[in-house]
């Protein structure tokens, strides 16, 4: 017998830029933000009753290191018996954080489960390669640990090593999507993230982080317009090719963090869920195609919840690329999917992905997209690099006894 499972609550700080206002905060401070944050946002809970911490993260390798779950939980003065755990799977790393509390609770090992997620990629350190001896005689290279591949092992292949950006010049190449379409993509995302600030969709979730006075995510340019992106030089082929600054998610930093939990969790936190978690789904293919990843883990999800894209009234797809997100999207909506429920509050090419906290960013949101339409059924999903994709889907409890058509389905995008 298993335990139904709920997300209770979903915060996040707003998302700086690379060197921006919050590149002066470590990552952990970050990290321990939004779980203090978190926790008050529930003054009756015992903080004692919270089973464990899970953190997702991408780098590990700064001053984020030596499990940054337990550094938050320990930093945001949560009592010391709460266990804490990170994992990494890059991009989708606080998702999959999700995904593991949430099968902890189906399985009845936890109750409550406070998962999050954290990068700074401005504070990313750079690395040095360790010698086979002291004093070597030759040069030693410096690498950035900011995104991407790094001190790669040589019997990788290297069509799977490409850059990021390179490998969505070939995701578009294979699926047809023109630098047009993209700059179009991007420009609409920055226009719904600001109209969705200016309407308050951020305010009652998003938490300033002390020390700034950063109170909106850095990266949103409401003036951006597919003519002007189509003045930015391509960036990772100078000849053909269509992937820009403006077409593609930026650098960035940021924090979140989320309350999966048990039917019981809803007495120990003194609030209803915001919506169940119904089913997830994950999948991989060649590494240098991770962009389309998310098309199969979606799949995988929508299958196992005995839904079809028909019955889905609001989708957050992380857009790490506007290539791949609409390489995607392209394929959704051959089986289905009305587009026009896509990232309806912007997305990360404006709001920013600042990795390890951008899964549980898509999670939230489209699950408080949900309460605010009346929409029943929502689904959250990710790209990951190394050829990998997530996707998690979730029914809004105060539509979970109408049909999955009575929803209230937001405009065309």
């Not at 750079?126 to 030759?138: E, G, R």
């Not at 951006?224 to 930026?250: C, D």
């Not at 609001?314 to 609409?326: D, G, R």
Request: hydrophobic share 40%; glycine share 12%.
């Amino acid at each position: 017998m298993t335990t139904d499972t709920y997300l209770y609550d979903a915060v996040r700080t707003p998302f700086g830029r690379f060197g921006g206002a919050l590149a002066g905060t470590r990552p952990d401070d970050l990290a321990a933000h939004v779980v203090r944050a978190l926790v008050d946002r529930s003054p009756g809970l015992d903080p004692e009753r919270i089973d464990a911490v899970t953190f997702g993260n991408a780098n590990g390798a700064g001053e984020e290191n030596r499990n940054v779950a337990r550094m938050a939980t320990l930093l945001a003065g949560l009592p010391v018996s709460i266990p804490g755990s990170t994992v990494n799977r890059l991009c989708g790393s606080s998702l999959d954080a999700a995904m593991v509390a949430s099968r902890q609770v189906m399985a009845g090992d936890a109750d409550l489960v406070l998962v999050g997620g954290v990068e700074s990629m401005s504070r990313a350190p750079w690395v040095l390669p360790k010698t086979s001896k002291p004093y070597p005689a030759h040069n030693l290279t410096a690498e950035s640990t900011a995104l991407g591949w790094r001190l790669v092992n040589p019997r990788m292949p290297g069509r799977w090593t490409v850059s990021l950006g390179e490998a969505t010049e070939q995701l578009a190449e294979l699926h047809g999507v023109s630098r047009e379409r993209q700059d179009a993509f991007a420009a609409e995302s920055h226009r719904l993230a600001a109209a969705a600030w200016d309407e308050g969709r951020y305010a009652d979730h998003v938490v300033t982080v002390p020390g700034t006075d950063l109170e909106r995510d850095e990266g949103i340019r409401p003036g951006s317009t597919p003519e002007t992106l189509a003045g930015l030089k391509t960036v990772f082929r100078t000849e053909g090719g269509t992937v820009t600054a403006g077409n593609a998610s930026p650098l960035n930093d940021g924090a979140s963090a989320a309350f999966v939990g048990s039917e019981r969790a809803a007495e120990l936190l003194g609030r209803d869920p915001l919506a169940q978690i119904v089913s997830r789904g994950e999948a991989a293919n060649e590494p240098q195609y991770f962009g389309y990843a998310p098309v199969a883990a979606a799949e995988q999800a929508l299958r196992r919840a005995g839904l079809t894209w028909s019955d889905i009234d609001a989708v957050e797809l992380n857009e790490a690329f506007a290539a791949q997100s609409l390489a995607c999207l392209d394929a959704w909506e051959r089986d289905g999917l009305d587009v026009g429920v896509v990232n309806r509050w912007g997305g990360a090419i404006a709001i920013g992905h600042p990795l390890g906290a951008s899964g549980l960013r898509v999670l939230g949101t489209v699950a408080r997209r949900l309460a605010a339409t009346g929409g029943r059924y929502g689904l959250a999903g990710i790209c990951i690099g190394v050829g990998q994709g997530l996707a998690v889907v979730v029914e809004n409890v105060a539509s979970a006894g109408t049909t999955a058509t009575t929803g209230t389905r937001e405009g065309a995008r």
